[in-house]
């Protein structure tokens, strides 16, 4: 079954305590990215990467890093949360090449907490 | 600047009504794609429907619709005969397509929150 797998789905944390949100994807998918949905904001593209090894900026990276050293991962991670990152983020994955326009898969989201 | 645009936060329809969902795009790339999605009160974001910008007909998925007006920038879903079951919000995006490869991530609209009246 394709999925996009996240973990945790909840978590509570403390400022600073750095944390680190896993997402793995079945499909050998290319382009990962990361989003993040607050409320009346709608979702907003955090960092993306088209490749092992290439990640970019979105809309919304300060406080945030990447990685995507194997194909099928691409974590989250917060170095020193703040509670202004408190929010539900989803990853996704797609085909790229000429296929860009397929159907981008979201795994079930993490709802993130940080007090 | 705002690349998606839903002008409606909510909507109320009755049961059995057909319902249409605006969203309105601004781009000055040719080669782009179109989604919905819909996402329930349990959070997940569920793939409804996608057009491409080079497409000439709409597309349809079971009781989805996508109104594709290219020269109005317009994308707009229509759910016929709308069910309980399609309260949610719903979301369209936008990824624009590189003519040398490679594209960017989805741009979202702000979301329409529609509830089905029984």
């Known amino acids: 079954e394709a999925q996009v797998t996240q973990n945790p789905r909840y978590l509570i944390t403390v400022t600073g305590k750095k944390l680190t949100v896993t997402c793995s994807q079945n499909m050998n998918h290319e382009y990962m990215s990361w989003y993040r949905q607050d409320p009346g904001l709608g979702l907003r593209q955090i960092y993306y990467s088209m490749n092992v090894e290439v990640t970019d900026k979105g809309d919304v990276p300060e406080g945030y890093k990447v990685s995507r050293k194997e194909k099928r991962n691409f974590p989250l991670i917060l170095e020193s949360p703040s509670p202004n990152q408190t929010s539900l983020y989803f990853c996704?994955?797609?085909?790229?090449?000429?296929?860009?326009?397929?159907?981008?898969?979201f795994g079930e989201g993490s709802w993130l907490t940080v007090v | 600047a705002q690349k998606i645009t839903q002008t409606q936060p909510g909507m109320f329809v009755q049961e059995k009504e057909a319902v249409t969902l605006d969203c309105t795009y601004d781009?000055?790339?040719?080669?782009?794609?179109l989604f919905w999605y819909k996402q329930p009160s349990s959070g997940e974001m569920i793939f409804l429907i996608y057009?491409?910008?080079?497409?000439?007909q709409n597309a349809t998925e079971g009781r989805y619709s996508l109104n594709f007006q290219k020269a109005r920038k317009s994308a707009n879903l229509v759910i016929s005969a709308s069910q309980l079951g399609d309260s949610a919000m719903y979301f369209c995006?936008?990824?624009?397509?590189?003519?040398?490869?490679?594209?960017?991530?989805?741009?979202f609209g702000k979301g329409t929150h529609l509830i089905i009246q029984p």
């Open positions: 996704a994955s797609s085909l790229g090449g000429n296929s860009w326009g397929n159907t981008i898969y």
């Open positions: 995006a936008m990824r624009e397509i590189y003519s040398g490869g490679g594209a960017d991530g989805l741009t």
């Open positions: 057009q491409g910008s080079y497409d000439e």
């Open positions: 781009t000055s790339d040719q080669s782009y794609g």
